[in-house]
Antibody
Framework: QVQLVQSGAEVKKPGASVKVSCKAS????????MHWVRQAPGQGLEWMGW????????NYAQKFQGRVTMTRDTSITTDYMELSSLRSDDTAVYYC???????????WGQGTLVTVSS | EIVLTQSPGTLSLSPGERATLSCRAS???????LAWYQQKPGQAPRLLVY???SRATGIPDRFSGSGSGTDFTLTINRLEPEDFAVYYC?????????FGQGTRLEIK
């Protein structure tokens, strides 16, 4: 069965960077884009961007341009999302998600809480 | 980018009633690429409807989606206790794949 398992919670200081991983299993990794979505405490969902199946292209929401980098290692079926120059308002749960709707289903990771605090 | 505006912000209803949630887009959504998600505290979103009106796998038929262009609706008939949650619409026709701000469905 399809699974997306994300790395654990992180606490970072303002100005630092964080790299969240998302280990995929149960499907052909190089057939699907991976999206990243975040959710600040008590707030709504915010789409951050996607990476192409072979990792040869990305598309970032304008808000995150210049601060976010999405990469993937196809040899270990793992995606990464790195966010730099962290601010307190980057405190959020970060999700990876396979949002291509196949057979009426999409898949989400369990979420990774990133806390930015001095 | 396409801005999605959901209304109402909060909806207070009783079990057994019908809920009608609205999602309005700032421009027409390509091929009705509009999805609805349900989210409960501490959980990832759950896909309910895609393509504006197709129910996702395993979703009860009391959930239905309708609409086209810029105006979309999620209807939940005969509310069950487990339906009280936050609902989001999302368009996936044009990048960025924006979400609405959400509608909180609470027990009256």
């Amino acid at each position: 069965q399809v699974q997306l398992v994300q790395s654990g919670a992180e606490v970072k200081k303002p100005g630092a960077s964080v790299k969240v991983s998302c280990k995929a299993s149960g499907y052909t990794f190089t057939d699907y884009y991976m999206h990243w979505v975040r959710q600040a405490p008590g707030q709504g969902l915010e789409w951050m961007g996607w990476i192409k199946p072979n990792g040869d292209g990305t598309n970032y929401a304008q808000k995150f341009q210049g601060r976010v980098t999405m990469t993937r290692d196809t040899s270990i079926t793992t995606d990464y999302m790195e966010l730099s120059s962290l601010r307190s308002d980057d405190t959020a749960v970060y999700y990876c998600a396979r949002l291509a709707i196949v057979g009426g289903t999409v898949y989400w990771g369990q979420g990774t809480l990133v806390t930015v605090s001095s | 980018e396409i801005v999605l505006t959901q209304s109402p912000g909060t909806l207070s209803l009783s079990p057994g009633e019908r809920a009608t949630l609205s999602c309005r887009a700032s421009q027409s959504i390509t091929s009705n690429y509009l999805a609805w998600y349900q989210q409960k505290p501490g959980q990832a979103p759950r896909l309910l409807v895609y393509g504006a009106s197709s129910r996702a796998t395993g979703i009860p038929d009391r959930f239905s989606g309708s609409g086209s262009g810029t105006d979309f609706t999620l209807t939940i008939n005969r509310l069950e206790p487990e339906d009280f949650a936050v609902y989001y619409c999302q368009q996936y026709g044009i990048s960025p794949f924006t979400f609405g701000q959400g509608t909180r469905l609470e027990i009256k």
